[in-house]
T-cell receptor, first 114, second 117 residues
């Protein structure tokens, strides 16, 4: 049982380049989330999904797009990377029932935009 | 939206002593309060959580207390050990009968806990 797997683990981009971060979970969770973690800022929600085919904006959505075409995958896209998007990105998933709300996190993707 | 404040940002304690981390939240609709531990190079991992219908919860050396009236909750770690060194995050979210924490967790900024040998 792998849990939540993020690909890639590290990436360096040039300003203006695009890329997609992939999150895969094998726990049959309904809810999936993308957070970014910056020093002294904690984790901030970028986008989330409450089920296959649905997405919604979080606290800091600008400059990012997401898609949830399959229940087990949640993709985060950067269309034109900026230095301000240098961060560590975490994907998380949860079952989506009120009695079990634990969120499971991936290992993170460290992205540097130069 | 929800706003979670966490203090202190850094906490250094002697091995064997207790550590306390405090958080406040702003949204009275929040009713689920998890605590996550993040070790270097890893993703956050849930260590304990509490819901608003409970005032205190314990799990071995870890306990969490909640004061709904004052909108604050705290993490208590007793008999600290070197492996407790990590960054700890509190979080809050409303959980509804129709679904759990759908809008995502709002996190505090984290506490770097250092256990001195």
């Amino acid at each position: 049982n792998a849990g939540v797997t993020q690909t890639p683990k590290f990436r360096v981009l040039k300003t203006g380049q695009s890329m997609t971060l992939l999150c895969a979970q094998d726990m049959n969770h309904e809810y999936m989330y993308w957070y970014r973690q910056d020093p002294g800022m904690g984790l901030r929600l970028i986008h989330y999904s409450v089920g296959e085919g649905t997405t919604a904006k979080g606290e800091v959505p600008d400059g990012y797009n997401v898609s949830r075409l399959k229940k087990q995958n949640f993709l985060l896209g950067l269309e034109s990377a900026a230095p301000s998007q240098t961060s560590v990105y975490f994907c998380a998933s949860s079952l989506g029932v009120s009695s079990n709300t634990e969120a499971f996190f991936g290992q993170g993707t460290r992205l540097t935009v130069v | 939206g929800e706003n979670v404040e966490q203090h202190p940002s850094t906490l250094s304690v002697q091995e064997g002593d207790s550590a306390v981390i405090k958080c406040t939240y702003s949204d009275s609709a929040s009713n689920y309060f998890p605590w996550y531990k993040q070790e270097l190079g890893k993703g956050p991992q849930l260590i304990i959580d509490i819901r608003s219908n409970v005032g205190e919860k314990k799990d071995q050396r870890i306990a969490v207390t909640l004061n709904k009236t004052a909108k604050h909750f705290s993490l208590h770690i007793t008999e600290t050990q070197p492996e407790d060194s990590a960054v700890y995050f509190c979080a809050a979210t409303p959980v509804f009968p129709s679904g759990g924490g759908a809008d995502g967790l709002t996190f505090g900024k984290g506490t770097h806990l250092i256990i001195q040998p």
